[in-house]
């Protein structure tokens, strides 16, 4: 954990470490314990007087249908997100890393997108799918498809999930290519020379040597699809129609910010300050694991 | 003839085969480049034939028209907005100070943390690494609030400084200065040299290789802000770039002025994707390192 040698000064290190604490402090760390303080307390229209209620608002928050709903939207949405942006990504992947004339250029062609602002992505998704004036858009309903995204719920879910899905993918793609590249050629090509088909050395090798990195992306990617997508629906579909689109993170901006209710939003908070502590936990164990392996 | 017809049909065959990862490869590509080709496309046409719903696949001849009205005017046909070169400037002030005050406030602790002892070492270092775990999502209204008694509201200090607390910078530094050799510090400590000194003089030029990876990373990262922006900055003057496309858009009706919205959204995607393909060993580098 430490260096042998080191310096000895007193005051310095104190000195080094003050613009980082003072702002983990002061923005970070306050406002959390804040976020847990509001969550157990019920506040009066004016915010003078607090009660301690115990777990009132968790117990109100969690037996909200509403807020169920919005649950079982949020994990279909992570579920559909990681999974199409993981697959993409994979077979993209394993695509380029072969010996392929041009490599170069696709990697290059493939990655750019990382740069996209997740709303961004949305307001381009938007301009195609648009039914009135996207070009994929009034195509679909000219051949007969009635789609409106603005109106249909699973529409809306689709596009949601197609427009985060489509920003990731680079991610996940720079990423497996990593991974793919570590993997020995010899391997690859000793199993080439016992007449191993392509399908058969993706599956019994490659797939296999990849699962570090997979998993790895695996909880990158939730955490992805939990938090970063709030700009992908907020420029998108606003949540709607109705409540269709509206993830937990969506919610917690909805109940604090628009329709500041503190204890609901405080203790959603405080939900999901669990999970990213469960996610980032099962993350670092799996990183533990990785170094013992190499 | 046959066994020629034989080896025909093995190359043909082959080529096919070797055709198939190119045409999915392709086909990837093209599925990224699809929507922003079109955006383009709406950039130079005028509002009034992309809300008929007939926008050409071929550039128009708007270009500088629209691109102009983006740039300087605060007023379209249907849509007031802030101007994009004040929007872009907001944008851009907002990703350099997050991505410089990220790097130097973390460089600075992951120092004191590598290589001084002292008490409370472990306490800093936990307090650092615990804001991995609490994403400004989890924490909306109640760092809002904090920001908003500092009297921070619409000001580049309440945009950046609370997020340019980083632990996995810190941990990115810290992990890289375990790596320096013990020798180089006891030359520097027999030739006299203090800890100040050899950060400037050793540690700052071995790290200018992560500094650049850690900077392509987090200037995106800044620039591509969303939920913080649209919190503290309520006056048009402090709008980013990406909240201003969104407001512009409004509900996303057929009738307003998609041309500017376009070439709004092709100037807010310009520096971020400049930025990867320009330094694209760097951002790699900085994207695999600091996810580990």
Redesign the interface.
Same mark, same amino acid.
């Given at each position: 954990m430490q260096r042998r040698v080191i310096f000895d000064n007193k005051a310095l290190p104190y000195l080094l470490l003050v613009p980082q604490v003072a702002v983990t402090l002061i923005f970070f760390i306050w406002p959390a314990a804040q976020a847990i303080w509001q969550s157990v307390h019920l506040q009066d229209a004016f915010g003078l007087r607090a009660q301690f209620v115990w777990f009132e608002n968790f117990e109100a928050v969690l037996t909200d249908p509403n807020y169920l709903d919005t649950l079982r939207i949020t994990v279909i949405f992570c579920a559909a997100v990681t999974l199409l942006s993981l697959g993409a990504a994979l077979l993209l992947a394993v695509l380029a890393d072969s010996k392929i004339k041009g490599a170069g250029a696709y990697k290059t062609l493939l990655i750019w997108p990382y740069a996209l602002a997740p709303a961004v992505a949305a307001v381009l998704w938007m301009f195609i799918f648009n039914p009135e004036i996207g070009v994929l858009g009034r195509a679909l309903n000219n051949l007969g498809y009635a789609w409106d995204y603005r109106l249909n719920d699973t529409q809306a879910l689709v596009m949601v999930v197609l427009a985060a899905s489509w920003k990731q993918v680079s991610y996940n793609f720079i990423f497996f290519l990593a991974g793919l590249q570590a993997i020995p050629r010899s391997v690859l090509e000793a199993a080439s020379i016992d007449g191993a088909s392509a399908s058969r050395r993706f599956w019994t090798i490659i797939f296999p040597l990849l699962s570090p990195t997979t998993f790895f992306l695996l909880v990158v990617n939730i955490v992805y699809a939990f938090f970063e997508t709030f700009g992908t629906i907020h420029a998108l579909t606003h949540g709607g129609p109705g409540k269709a689109t509206e993830t937990l993170i969506f919610r917690v901006y909805q109940d604090g910010v628009v329709n500041h209710d503190l204890g609901a939003s405080s203790a959603q908070s405080v939900i999901l300050m669990v999970i990213v502590i469960g996610l980032t936990a099962i993350q670092f164990r799996f990183v533990e694991r990785k170094v013992h392996y190499s | 003839m046959r066994p020629q017809r034989n080896s025909d049909e093995r190359k043909s065959g082959g080529a096919l085969a %070797?055709l198939l990862?190119?045409a999915?490869?392709i086909l990837? /590509?093209l599925?990224?480049?699809?929507?922003?080709y079109?955006?383009l496309i709406?950039s130079t046409w005028d509002a009034a034939t992309?809300?008929?719903?007939n926008?050409p696949?071929t550039p128009g001849g708007e270009l500088l028209t629209n691109y102009n009205a983006a740039w300087n005017e605060t007023q379209g046909t249907r849509i007031l907005h802030t101007p994009v070169r004040i929007m872009m400037w907001n944008s851009l002030v907002m990703a350099l100070v997050i991505a410089l005050g990220k790097i130097? +406030? %973390?460089i600075? %602790?992951a120092?004191?943390?590598?290589?001084? $002892?002292?008490p409370l $070492?472990m306490v800093?270092f936990w307090?650092?690494f615990?804001?991995?775990?609490?994403?400004v999502?989890?924490?909306?209204?109640?760092?809002? @609030?904090? /920001?908003a008694n500092l009297g921070l509201i619409d000001t580049y200090a309440g945009l950046t400084?609370?997020l340019?607390?980083s632990a996995t910078a810190?941990l990115l530094f810290r992990q890289f200065?375990?790596t320096?050799p013990?020798e180089l510090? @006891?030359a520097a400590?027999i030739d006299g040299a203090?800890?100040?000194r050899?950060f400037i003089d050793v540690v700052l030029p071995l790290s200018r290789t992560n500094i650049a990876a850690l900077f392509v990373i987090l200037f995106?990262y800044g620039?591509?802000q969303?939920?913080w922006p649209?919190?503290v900055t309520n006056s048009a003057d402090m709008e980013t770039v /990406? +909240?201003g496309?969104?407001k512009m +858009?409004g509900n996303?009706e057929?009738a307003t002025d998609?041309n500017v919205?376009?070439a709004t959204?092709v100037l807010?995607?310009l520096p971020?994707?400049a930025?990867?393909?320009l330094m694209?060993r760097w951002?790699?580098k900085g994207?695999?390192d600091s @996810?580990?």
């Open positions: - | %070797s990862p190119h999915i490869l990837g /590509v599925v990224f480049a699809f929507p922003i079109m955006t709406g992309i809300g008929r719903g926008l696949l130097a +406030i %973390s600075l %602790s120092y004191a943390v590598a290589f001084f $002892r002292f $070492r800093f307090l650092i615990i804001t991995l775990m609490l994403p999502e989890v924490r909306i209204i109640p760092t809002y @609030e904090v /920001v400084i609370p340019i607390a810190t200065f375990l320096i013990d510090v @006891e400590k203090g800890a100040v050899f995106i620039w591509n969303y939920l649209l919190l /990406v +909240i496309i969104t +858009i996303g057929a998609w919205i376009m959204t807010a995607m971020p994707v930025v990867v393909v694209q951002f790699v994207l695999v @996810e580990k």
